[in-house]
């Protein structure tokens, strides 16, 4: 494992963070999910990221790291790097969503019940909130630190003009947000239009979400959908319509380079999300051991040509 300082920040962050969105709720076994965590810890990654409403059900992903910190790693919570998030829809009532004080607090003070933590590492504003006022929502996040609720905050899916606004709020109350998490993979390139430019002038680290696309961006659907996938399963957030005869083209172009490069397409797909530094690190979701020890093998080979970027250019345009 190869670590990167975030932004301007004395935290760094393994370039492989592993995310508890979907493979880590009430829906799988803890037994296998203390496998996935543990063996990962054992590869150097030692960030893991969760939000509020991550299972499913809801909640449940902070619970199952909570049993996990309470047991197989009640010895190493400070070799660790714990981050949550709130901002999309958690409980019933106006109260429960979207970036005002009331809710950043209470949800904050429920996801660190279920962790069974006196804090976190990193806090998230989840979403931008179009009611709030952003001032609201960032002295939220400054109380939060000064607190000791986090040690560090955070906004994730935040557009160019907000990151600057979030930014320069929060550096006037003197608690720098020192890392933006937005989605970004070969599929899904709308940060490159502002936002990369915008975390650099502002030296905030960016942790990339879905850089695998969900799975898409793997060797899993290049003959079929398989039984166990996220397109398969109903509580993914993929389906049938994702996979379009557009994306299955591009996915045997990029396999094909992939294979060139000696590389699993994952591999691939994650090189390139890390390829020039402006990403600090990218977060993958996985269901199988293997599938996070294929994941760690993309930091054996992070150079580009200008002909190999081309080629991917070409067949996932940044229009895409």
Same mark, same amino acid.
């Given at each position: 494992m $190869? ?5 301007? $920040?004395?935290?760094k ?27 990962? +810890?054992?590869?150097g ?30 010895? /190493? ?32 003070? @429920? $996801?660190?019940?279920?962790l *069974? ?5 990193? +806090?998230?504003? /989840? ?15 400054? /109380? ?11 906004i ?15 550096? *006037? ?7 933006h ?18 975390? @650099? ?10 850089? &695998?696309?969900?799975?898409? &961006?793997?060797?899993?659907y ?22 379009t ?7 045997? *172009? ?8 000696? @590389? ?6 994650? $090189?390139?999300v890390?390829?020039? *530094? ?21 930091l ?12 991917i ?8």
């Open positions: $190869s670590y990167a300082r975030v932004g301007a $920040s004395g935290l962050l393994p370039r492989i963070a592993l995310g508890l969105w979907h493979n880590f709720g009430a829906v799988d076994r803890h037994e296998h999910s203390v496998q996935m965590l543990t063996r990962a +810890f054992d590869l990654i030692t960030h893991f990221d969760l939000a509020n409403n991550y299972g499913p059900p809801p909640g449940s992903a902070e619970e199952t790291l909570g049993r996990v910190l309470r047991g197989e790693f009640r010895s /190493h919570r400070d070799e660790l790097i714990i981050s949550t998030k709130a901002g999309w829809g958690m409980w019933p009532g106006p109260y429960g969503d979207f970036g005002s004080r009331k809710y950043l607090i209470a949800s904050l003070d @429920q $996801s660190l019940k279920r *069974g933590l006196d804090y976190v590492d990193i +806090f998230y504003h /989840h979403r931008p909130d179009p009611e709030t006022p952003l001032e609201e929502t960032m002295r939220a996040l400054e /109380h939060i630190v000064r607190s000791g609720r986090a040690l560090y905050v955070g994730s899916s935040y557009d160019a003009q907000g990151t600057r606004d979030a930014a320069e709020l929060l550096r *006037g109350l003197g608690t720098p947000c020192i890392i998490q937005p989605s970004y993979s070969m599929f899904n390139r709308w940060v490159e239009k502002g936002l990369l430019q915008e975390t @650099q002038r502002q030296q905030m680290g960016v942790i990339a979400f879905s850089p &695998l696309a969900q799975g898409l &961006l793997t060797d899993r290049l003959k079929m959908v398989p039984q166990d996938s996220r397109i398969a399963k109903q509580t993914g957030f993929l389906s049938q319509a994702d996979l005869p557009q994306r299955e083209t591009a996915l045997r *172009g990029l396999f094909e380079l992939a294979q060139e490069r000696g @590389q699993t397409l994952a591999q691939l797909a994650l $090189s390139w890390l390829r020039d *530094g402006a990403v600090t690190s990218a977060l993958i979701g996985a269901s199988k051991i293997s599938q996070v020890e294929d994941c760690i093998g993309a054996n080979n992070l150079q580009f040509t200008p002909e190999e970027l081309a080629r250019d070409a067949l996932a345009p940044s229009t895409s």
